[in-house]
């Protein structure tokens, strides 16, 4: 089966920030030096149990060992397979992945880098050119979008005329022929390349990281048609795949345990700039199940606010049908003026003013359940019309992947239908497109007994001389040269710990290839139970100084630790007139020699010659070895 290289697996890791990830689907919390902690997903956590290391490019939680990398994460959250979390993360990040066993695959990667490009391009060319229009300026004064909302959202304006946007990516290397590709000039019929959006309010499309994907562009004559027209699809862009606002709203939908579902461009941005910050849009399609599986990461609980009409009631009823499989409840909100007449969620905004989020969370607490809603709009005045529509809902209910809801409903619908609380002659919906297989469930399994750490076996001060090493860029080099190649071939450690020693020469290896100590190469290259070991380094970091100071001391002491293990392996050997003097001399080795040279000394790290000396010392250590 064809799959993408290590190297390209690795350098989207290395591009991939863990907690970014982890984050759209749990709310993590600083816990200091960039690191972070979490409930645990994978358990019934009650209390953060979970870190999460960006620098090593890890998760681990300490409470049922669930643990790995970015990939394993997204695998074991989203049940899915390898490829697929790698594809999933290099969609979340924008990066652009190869396409599999295709002839074709640099020219796919060439073009989403250059789609990518040309959007980032035009949205900052058309936030440009928003301010240089009295129109559109009073467009946008009308609807109370202050400069700062215009310039976080991207809003920005395509001007009249065919070649504006063209002209200005000329100048930038683009070709005409780029721009159709990315989705910004489309052909004429007299064969040459005109602009798309033309004399448009421009929205930037965002993906989960941030991105800019694609747009929509809104008339502002609104007699012209179409009203709203998007950027076709791309190699970025799936329209069933992206929820405008999500980028902004990702980590306040979970702060406020719900998410509100608006229709337009404009409803979305007003009700963020008002205050009410988990709000998303759904434009330019309907909900799709990719939509609602993405939502449900975020929150179980929805507010659908969509507008009065029949249009809207339409909407809010495939999307009741779409959220509620994946496991998302959602109420209904109709907002109106006091006169009765019905409103979006932008006029709303706009006319109750400072007091707008308030107002309008008072309208979300007003909400209609969605069965109510239902049952309110649907006849069911005759046994037929009863009959229909509860067919209706068990067939809604019966895709809930949320069992518990699923029952619970269930038993509402009968008790207050009088039918029975069962599927019986409900047909559930193929399996096939959900992202969910609960055969690919797996529980994280805690970890094996052979790949536990034996702390106890592990001298802390072996531990806290590795961890000082890695921790510090100072002593990358040094430490290169003290245990070096030579050395590390004479069969001597200086460590005790054959964990640690594995670490630490694992580490310095890094250091000899590539120059630097990168976390998250280090921790995959690793076995599992030094690579625990790592994880297990804390925040602890050294001064430059103290650093060097600390490294040389500790060299000092693991080498009298050394030649005191070497008297011991002496100490059972028969006993000879040759073995009695190697053990007095290492003996007075560790404690005349090194010893006093350790104490010499108040500051180790003034004396040049000290790390000279520990060389020295080292070579006549190699030589004990062979004698013994
Ligand atoms: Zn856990």
Redesign the pocket.
């Known amino acids: 089966m064809a799959f993408y290289s290590d190297e390209i697996i690795q350098e989207l890791k290395q591009q991939t920030n863990i907690a970014d990830i982890i984050q759209q689907f749990v709310p993590l919390k600083r816990s200091g030096a960039g690191r972070f902690v979490c409930r645990?997903p994978?358990?019934n956590?009650h209390s953060p149990?979970?870190n999460v290391n960006p620098q090593m490019g890890i998760y681990k939680?300490f409470?049922?060992g669930?643990g790995g990398d970015v990939f394993k994460f997204v695998m074991e959250h989203e049940k899915m397979d390898f490829k697929a979390a790698v594809e999933w993360v290099a969609n979340a990040t924008g990066f652009p992945l190869p396409e599999l066993g295709s002839p074709v695959a640099p020219e796919i990667a060439e073009e989403r880098t250059l789609v990518r490009e040309l959007n980032d391009l035009a949205a900052d060319w058309f936030v440009e050119q928003l301010p240089k229009s009295e129109k559109v300026l009073a467009y946008i004064g009308a609807r109370h979008l202050s400069e700062e909302t215009r310039r976080f959202f991207k809003v920005g304006y395509a001007p009249e005329g065919r070649e504006g946007f063209l002209s200005y990516a000329a100048k930038h290397g683009f070709s005409p022929r780029q721009l159709v590709e990315a989705g910004l000039a489309v052909e004429r019929e007299n064969g040459g390349i005109a602009d798309k959006f033309r004399d448009r309010l421009m929205f930037a499309i965002e993906n989960l990281s941030g991105k800019v994907v694609a747009f929509g562009g809104r008339v502002l004559d609104k007699d012209k048609k179409p009203k709203y027209l998007n950027s076709p699809e791309t190699a970025l862009y799936k329209k069933g795949e992206i929820l405008y606002g999500l980028s902004k709203a990702k980590s306040e939908i979970p702060k406020a345990g719900s998410v509100v579902l608006v229709e337009g461009y404009f409803d979305m941005i007003s009700l963020y700039q008002a205050g009410v910050k988990n709000v998303v849009a759904v434009s330019g399609t309907a909900l799709t199940e990719k939509h609602a599986e993405i939502l449900s990461r975020y929150t179980k609980s929805a507010y659908l606010v969509f507008d009065g009409d029949e249009a809207g009631r339409k909407a809010a009823l495939r999307t009741i049908e779409i959220v509620l499989p994946a496991g998302i409840v959602p109420k209904i909100v109709a907002l109106s003026r006091p006169s009765g007449e019905k409103i979006d969620p932008d006029n709303f905004v706009n006319e109750h003013g400072s007091t707008a989020a308030d107002d309008f969370r008072s309208e979300l607490s007003k909400a209609e359940d969605w069965l109510n809603y239902l049952s309110h709009i649907t006849p069911t005045d005759t046994i037929e019309e009863r009959a229909k529509f509860v067919t209706h809902l068990k067939t809604i209910l019966v895709n809930m992947r949320d069992r518990e809801l699923q029952n619970q409903y269930l038993r509402l619908i009968a008790e207050r239908y009088g039918t029975e609380a069962n599927f019986i002659g409900i047909q559930a919906k193929e399996e096939k497109n959900r992202f969910h297989h609960e055969s690919d469930m797996e529980m994280?399994a805690p970890i094996p007994e052979d790949e536990q750490v034996p702390w106890n076996a592990l001298p802390p001060m072996e531990l806290r001389f590795v961890n000082l090493i890695i921790a510090s860029p100072s002593l990358w080099e040094p430490a290169s040269v003290f245990f070096d190649l030579d050395f590390a071939s004479s069969g001597v450690s200086l460590l005790a710990s054959e964990i640690l020693d594995e670490l630490l020469s694992t580490a310095l290896a890094e250091y000899s290839e590539h120059k630097e100590i990168n976390l998250m190469r280090l921790h995959d290259s690793l076995s599992p139970i030094p690579a625990q070991v790592l994880e297990s380094f804390g925040e602890e970091t050294w001064q430059p100084d103290a650093a060097q100071k600390e490294f040389l001391e500790s060299l000092a002491e693991l080498e009298i630790r050394t030649a005191e293990r070497f008297r011991d392996a002496l100490k059972v050997k028969p006993i000879t007139a040759e073995t009695m003097s190697i053990r007095l001399e290492l003996h007075q080795f560790a404690s005349k020699t090194i010893r006093a040279r350790l104490r010499s000394e108040t500051d180790v790290s003034r004396d040049p010659t000290f790390f000279k000396d520990l060389l020295d010392y080292r070579t006549k250590l190699v030589e004990y070895s062979e004698k013994i």
Request: hydrophobic share 45%.
């Open positions: 645990c994978f358990h956590d149990s979970m939680c409470a049922c669930a994280a």
